[in-house]
């Protein structure tokens, strides 16, 4: 069974650029969690989707905004980006609520 | 606002030691408690912890939750090098959200 997919491995933008970030999750996994890994702060929780809808989200600006796809994939976009948000950008899926989120090897972003 | 303590933040034993790594938690509407491995990306599952005093064992790990005190420890007997990694402890909980608030880590090395 493929895990958690997330692409691209590395990205590199400048001050003020949009990134786009993807994630595929578990067969059957219908709930998306992206969380930020930032040096020295740990994983911190940005959004949640399931079928489709947002349901959660943390304590980021609304820069920081995503969708899920009908197929239950899902995208998190980044604008006007900034030095702070260089991180590794995690994607987790679980098949249902109060079950355990298996996590994507995440996305490297950084900003120059 | 959640929070998730873990201890020590860096560990280094020798190859066959016993370790215990520690984890408390001040949440509202507790779920569940999961560990984490994190060797270079994706934090992999080890255990979800719901209810006190059953331990969980996998192996050469176990695990154990206290509701009462909230605290949790993970327990690795027999470490080997491949046992080198971070490990991250996350809390589920609050009414109607399922992501995770994970503590900082404890980064562990065991050197043979």
């Known amino acids: 069974e493929a895990g958690v997919t997330q692409s691209p491995t590395h990205l590199i933008k400048t001050r003020g650029q949009q990134a786009t970030l993807r994630c595929s999750p578990i067969s059957g996994h219908t709930s998306v969690y992206w969380y930020q890994q930032a040096l020295g702060l740990g994983l911190q929780f940005l959004l949640w989707y399931d079928e489709g809808e947002e349901r959660n989200r943390g304590n980021f600006p609304p820069r920081f905004s995503g969708r899920q796809f009908p197929n239950y994939s899902s995208e998190l976009n980044v604008n006007a980006l900034e030095l702070e948000d260089s991180a590794l950008y995690l994607c987790?899926?679980?098949?249902?609520?109060?079950?355990?989120?298996?996590f994507g090897d995440g996305t490297r972003l950084s900003i120059l | 606002e959640d929070k998730v303590v873990q201890s020590p933040l860096s560990l280094v034993v020798h190859e066959g030691d016993t370790v215990t790594l520690n984890c408390s938690y001040e949440?509202?509407?507790?779920?569940?408690l999961l560990w984490y491995k994190q060797e270079k990306k994706a934090p992999t599952f080890l255990f979800m912890l719901?209810?006190?005093?059953i331990e969980k064992k996998s192996g050469r790990l176990s695990s154990i939750l206290d509701k009462k005190e909230l605290f949790s420890i993970l327990n690795i007997t027999a470490t080997q090098t491949g046992d080198s990694a971070i490990y991250l402890c996350a809390v589920e909980a609050g009414a109607g959200s399922y992501q995770l608030t994970f503590g900082k880590g404890t980064k562990l090395s065991v050197i043979p």
């Open positions: 949440v509202t509407n507790f779920r569940s």
């Open positions: 719901t209810s006190s005093g």
């Open positions: 987790a899926s679980s098949l249902v609520l109060n079950q355990p989120q298996h």
